[in-house]
C-alpha cells in the first residue's frame, strides 16, 4: 500500500516562499502521475500542480508563474516551490499520486498572513 507523507507547510508571509514535499512509499512512484491539490477553507479541492511519469507538467491558473512542482524519482519525492504567495493561496495541501487508482496524502497547512 502506497503511503504519501506531506511536509513543508506552514505560515508565511505575503510575497514570502514555501516549499512542500511529499514523500511516497514503495516502488510505483517512478511509474506514477503525481502532483498537488488544495483545498482552501469553505471551498472544494481544487489543482495545484501535476507531474506526469514523463514529466508533463500542468499548473492550475492561479499558480502559473509563481509555483514550481518537481520530481526525484531517486527519492521517491514530489516538491512544490511555491513563491509569490499570496493570501488566496492559504489552503490545505494534498499530495497526489496516480498509478491503477488515486492516492492522497493527509494533507499540510499553508496559511498565508501578514
Known amino acids: 500500500q502506497v503511503q504519501l507523507v506531506e511536509s513543508g507547510g506552514g505560515l508565511a508571509q505575503p510575497g514570502g516562499s514555501l516549499r512542500l514535499s511529499c514523500a511516497a512509499s514503495?516502488?510505483?512512484?517512478?511509474?506514477?502521475?503525481t502532483g498537488w491539490y488544495r483545498q482552501p477553507p469553505g471551498k472544494q479541492r481544487e489543482l495545484v500542480a501535476t507531474i506526469s511519469s514523463g514529466g508533463r507538467i500542468t499548473y492550475g491558473d492561479s499558480v502559473k508563474g509563481r509555483f514550481t512542482i518537481s520530481r526525484d524519482n531517486a527519492k521517491n519525492t514530489v516538491y512544490l516551490q511555491m513563491n509569490s504567495l499570496m493570501p488566496e493561496d492559504t489552503a490545505v495541501y494534498y499530495c497526489w499520486l496516480y498509478s491503477t487508482s488515486a492516492r492522497w496524502g493527509q494533507g499540510t497547512q499553508v496559511t498565508v498572513s501578514s
Open positions: 514503495g516502488s510505483i512512484f517512478r511509474f506514477s502521475a
